[in-house]
């Protein structure tokens, strides 16, 4: 089985007791990564990581600093599998549920050696995706490759040598953590899902606040930002059909 890691913020001890308890429950063995709390950050900090020109350019909106801790807090997971002795390594994030096979379902991804996949959800909001390939996972589930890979990074699981590639090209960074992987022309990586999602989103109490609240009090609506937000969706789909009609012709 491939190391597990757990991304906690030590103020949010209850959710980190429910994820423990929840993987402790199926067997899996986790390692706690200690999250960056974007509210602490300095400017200068924040500066060095996040680039606010190319997301002014790019951008669905302006980060707020607990989406750049967020971003932090993943890029810690990746360098602890770049740098582990497996062959990659599975992500959760401390609201993580899930269903009675997860530990089947890793297992048969660790031991996975078809080779057409460096990144793989385990989660996703839309439960009947646009698919681009499809194979048996087991007897219960499938991996598949969406053509519109899921924004949430609730659950993953990373290849050594893509754990690698994330961590290399993050900083600077400029789109929340999960948007990123949206663009996989840009990464590089094949992202696979799979169906039915073993992993879900649990309990959201926080001591520290969400990122939805944390965009609303720092004025990120409006209708400028929604101009701007429909300037990032027409943009995306052009690029993923461009990015989807590239593959297909190179393979």
């Known amino acids: 089985m491939w190391p597990a890691y757990v991304i906690n913020l030590k103020d949010n001890a209850a959710r980190m007791e429910n994820a423990a308890a929840l993987l402790d429950g199926h067997g899996i063995g986790f390692e706690r990564i200690d999250a960056v709390n974007g509210w602490k950050l300095s400017e200068d900090d924040i500066a060095r990581v996040y680039d606010a020109r190319a997301n002014a350019r790019g951008?669905?909106?302006?980060?707020?600093?607990?989406?750049?801790g967020c971003y932090l807090s993943h890029i810690?997971?990746?360098?602890?599998?770049?740098?582990?002795?497996?062959?990659?390594?599975?992500?959760?994030?401390?609201?993580?549920?899930a269903s009675g096979d997860l530990a089947r379902v890793l297992a048969l991804l660790a031991e996975d050696r078809a080779g057409d996949w460096d990144?793989?959800?385990?989660?996703?909001?839309?439960?009947?995706?646009?698919?681009?390939?499809?194979?048996?996972?087991?007897?219960?589930?499938?991996?598949?490759?969406?053509?519109?890979?899921?924004?949430?990074?609730?659950?993953?699981?990373?290849?050594?040598?893509?754990?690698?590639?994330?961590?290399?090209?993050?900083?600077?960074?400029?789109?929340?953590?999960?948007e990123d992987q949206k663009f996989f022309w840009e990464t590089g990586l094949r992202v696979a899902l799979v169906l039915p999602p073993p992993v879900r989103v649990g309990d959201q109490q926080t001591n520290t606040g969400?990122?939805?609240?944390?965009?609303?009090?720092?004025?990120?609506?409006?209708?400028?930002?929604a101009l701007r937000a429909l300037r990032y969706q027409l943009g995306y789909r052009l690029a993923l059909r461009r990015a989807w009609r590239k593959r297909r012709t190179e393979g």
């Open 210 to 225: 969400t990122i939805g609240s944390a965009r609303r009090a720092a004025g990120v609506s409006g209708l400028a930002q």
């Open 59 to 68: 951008g669905r909106h302006p980060l707020v600093p607990a989406e750049i």
């Open 76 to 97: 810690t997971a990746w360098k602890r599998i770049a740098g582990g002795p497996a062959e990659g390594g599975f992500v959760f994030e401390d609201d993580v549920a």
């Open 119 to 178: 990144m793989v959800k385990l989660f996703s909001f839309d439960e009947e995706p646009d698919i681009v390939a499809d194979r048996s996972l087991g007897d219960e589930h499938r991996l598949v490759i969406p053509y519109r890979v899921p924004t949430c990074l609730i659950g993953y699981g990373l290849t050594r040598g893509a754990a690698a590639r994330l961590a290399d090209r993050a900083i600077p960074f400029f789109r929340p953590v999960d």
